[in-house]
């Protein structure tokens, strides 16, 4: 392709092929030479289809047979000038963008500057790091590239997207990345690491330390799981094994991870054999050919189009989005990997997820299939998006449980099972949820019991819904702000609406028709709660805590990995040290 | 408006929390809506009026409607006005407003993510401005129209120091 060799990303600067100005002590890094190609190819494809349109209307337009072959050879000299020149230009292009594109890492931020006209500069500071997500589209993942975005909470558009990268170098960068964002600083040798060298230790990093561990610490199946607290054990005592024990970071190593749960390709599609926009576009396809067959009005066919291929473009996103779907844990936090064409391998580290929600339809009653679904800061919702915020596309409920568990290894309470029970599917008014009063059947005739909120001592639970049951997690650090809202019928029945604001995202937390006294209270009460639990709240840098810990106790002589069963670190949910 | 106790059943509970001081707005802030309010309406009514004495006289519901949406609006605005309140507290800002659809916004100065003041032209004449809180989460509802421009940068610069002396991550 290009003469220009890819540098080892995220390796050292070498030199040979760095930046071409080195700002400050910044080692200017350059993207794969084959990005534009990855990134343009459908414009470039467009334009070609463009330019073929217009030179067959010419020739239309040229028109009878008569109409001299000289003149058609004229034109396809001209056509072919035309695309020759086209390509030259959107190449050249290309070219000049590519080498003004460049980022750099050090130990605070990241730095990325592209732009050939408009230049710009980002620089996304690491410890407000927010996930790591590292994406594959189709023709990317056919050439072994990838892209690597940071999201930074600063919303929408914020992220900074590299790429594309070799896909090893992708992986070494975003290990870099989270090694500095955890306050596990890589100490940056001059001596380049070799590319192939650093390609063949990578790999087996991760399942080699990954084996040492049992798989007895893997929550799996149980939702028992939550409370004893043996998988956070499991996966605490490799994190300390893993990487802040051994002191120096000559090569940063991905941390190691353990599987938590997949989905397979069949539950998946049965979940949406069961899903109701399936059933609204096949009733729709039905009615288009009742309608068809009644009138023999061929046009009704052409007017559904867009309807039906819309559902049916809905349904296959949801089925190539979330295919493959597996979820692992690691210290850096909860890695999830899917895709069917393209390929999304997400970190979300420890405490970054702002909201929970398990939600589960009417057709998933049977099974009792739940959907889990998370607000990270800085993922953002639009079309394209909507797998990028699941953190379980289907499950049965312990399934479930154990990715909530995943965000909240710990909910503060002595019995959760109960709790999270009541809070899925209980009615009961006198349980552990305080729920709206009767008199509210009037404004929610259907789902006035499910309205209901609990606190424990690490998080909000909000119930919803009778025909699609939704429960609400909120970890208190993670409340934003909070808000009361009465309409004039709920003013007169002095019920209000209790409102958590999260970061824009699939969950909403909210819960209608409290009684206005409890909301009243549920505020005041929410407002304290949240604030004491941001002045205890982990550290950003989460690893920093750990590695603390790790210190005193080689300092007390005992061995590093006795850091981890008591106070579980290494787990998400930002809730390191607090019992 | 009374300020009842805050009992179980009562339905303005939650909007007097025990032992907050709202403090309102100004007055002016009326007349600023008003005006904004008279510009947009003026239009379709001077239209209304001169084609339904030119033509007929079916046009005076161009101009009536606007009308009649503009003086329910000039009854409404005052109270809504009166109903807009703001409390600081040592740790967080309240925010209360609406008559018929009344809201009350917590939001934790560790929370805030940046604050805007604004005042428009007309605004300016009148002596008011905005003070905006933004949080991480969009939703964020937290306006305070109406402020006298002094103590609108005296909440600014308390908001922002208060904020810095808590902020925490996200």
Redesign the interface.
């Known amino acids: 392709m290009s003469a220009a060799d890819p540098t080892p990303h995220g390796a050292p600067p070498t030199g040979a092929t760095g930046a071409d100005a080195p700002a400050g002590d910044l080692a200017w890094q350059r993207m794969h030479p084959v990005t534009p190609f990855v990134r343009g190819w459908s414009v470039i494809l467009v334009a070609i289809a463009f330019i073929g349109h217009q030179t067959l209307d010419q020739l239309e337009a040229v028109g009878g047979a008569a109409a001299a072959v000289s003149q058609v050879s004229g034109l396809w000299w001209k056509v072919a000038l035309a695309v020759v020149l086209l390509l030259a230009l959107v190449f050249g292009y290309a070219a000049l963008a590519w080498r003004m594109t460049a980022y750099a890492v050090d130990d605070d931020a990241v730095h990325l500057r592209k732009g050939v006209l408009f230049r710009q500069q980002r620089h996304a500071r690491l410890d407000r790091l927010q996930a790591v997500d590292i994406r594959q589209p189709l023709l990317a993942r056919l050439g072994g590239l990838a892209e690597l975005t940071l999201e930074v909470a600063g919303g929408s558009g914020s992220g900074v997207a590299i790429g594309f990268l070799r896909e090893q170098d992708a992986r070494r960068l975003r290990a870099d990345l989270l090694a500095r964002a955890a306050g596990v600083k890589a100490r940056r040798t001059g001596t380049p690491a070799p590319a192939a060298d650093a390609a063949a230790v990578r790999p087996d990093a991760g399942p080699a330390t990954g084996a040492a561990a049992p798989v007895d610490g893997v929550p799996a199946a149980d939702g028992v799981a939550l409370v004893d607290g043996v998988p956070a054990a499991g996966v605490a005592g490799r994190a300390s094994a893993g990487r802040p024990a051994d002191g120096g970071l000559d090569e940063v190593d991905e941390a190691p991870e353990e599987q938590v749960y997949e989905v397979p390709a069949g539950r998946l599609v049965h979940s949406l054999l069961r899903s109701p926009a399936l059933w609204v576009v096949a009733l729709g396809l039905v009615g288009v050919v009742v309608a068809v067959a009644l009138t023999r009005n061929f046009g009704i066919l052409v007017s559904a189009a867009p309807a039906v291929l819309g559902g049916g473009g809905y349904l296959f996103q949801r089925f190539a989005g979330e295919f493959g779907f597996r979820a692992a844990l690691s210290p850096d936090g909860i890695r999830l990997r899917h895709g069917l064409l393209e390929t999304r391998a997400q970190t979300i580290p420890p405490g970054r997820v702002q909201a929970v929600s398990l939600t589960q339809g009417p057709l998933w009653r049977g099974p009792d299939w739940w959907r889990v679904k998370v607000n990270v800061a800085g993922y953002a919702t639009g079309e394209n998006t909507e797998s990028q915020n699941v953190l379980l596309p289907v499950g049965p409920r312990a399934e479930a449980l154990t990715a909530l568990w995943l965000v909240l290894p710990d909910l503060g309470t002595e019995d959760p099972l109960r709790l999270l029970d009541e809070g899925l599917t209980g009615t009961d008014p006198h349980g552990q949820f305080t729920v709206a009063p009767r008199r509210s059947r009037w404004l929610d005739p259907v789902a006035w019991r499910r309205n209901g909120f609990a606190v424990t001592d690490r998080a909000l639970l909000l119930r919803s819904g009778r025909v699609v049951r939704r429960l609400v997690l909120v970890p208190h650090e993670r409340t934003q702000s909070l808000a009361v809202a009465q309409g004039p019928w709920q003013r007169r029945l002095a019920v209000a609406t209790f409102t958590v604001h999260s970061t824009a995202g699939p969950v909403a937390p909210a819960v209608a028709h409290l009684d206005a006294g409890d909301a009243g209270r549920l505020l005041e009460e929410q407002a304290r709660r949240a604030r004491t639990a941001r002045a205890t709240a982990g550290p950003e840098r989460w690893m920093e805590q750990r590695a603390q810990v790790a210190e005193a106790n080689r300092a007390d002589g005992e061995p590093a990995e006795a850091a981890a069963p008591g106070s579980a670190p290494g787990l998400p949910g930002g809730g390191e040290e607090r019992g | 408006m009374a300020t009842p106790q805050?009992?179980?059943?009562?339905?303005?509970?939650?909007?007097?929390?025990v032992g907050v001081d709202f403090r309102s707005v100004s007055p002016r802030l009326v007349t600023a809506r008003l005006v904004s309010g008279a510009v947009s309406v003026v239009v379709p009514v001077v239209v209304g009026a001169v084609l339904a004495l030119v033509f007929s006289p079916w046009w005076w519901i161009l101009a009536g409607v606007p009308a009649a949406i503009f003086a329910a609006t000039a009854v409404v605005v005052p109270r809504q006005v009166r109903a807009l309140g703001y409390a600081e507290r040592d740790?967080?800002l309240l925010v209360r407003k609406?008559v018929?659809?009344?809201?009350?916004?917590?939001?934790?100065y560790?929370?805030m993510q940046y604050v805007d003041v604004e005042a428009g032209p007309l605004d300016r004449r009148l002596g008011i401005a905005k003070v905006q809180l933004h949080?991480?989460?969009?939703?964020?509802?937290?306006v305070i129209p109406g402020l006298p421009p002094a103590e609108a940068e005296r909440l600014r610069d308390r908001l922002s120091a208060r904020g810095e002396a808590r902020l925490?991550?996200?």
Do not use: H, I, K, Q
């Open positions: 805050p009992t179980s059943g009562d339905p303005a509970a939650p909007f007097e929390p740790d967080d609406g018929l659809f009344r809201s009350l916004v917590v939001v934790p560790g929370r949080t991480a989460a969009a939703a964020t509802d937290a925490a991550g996200l």
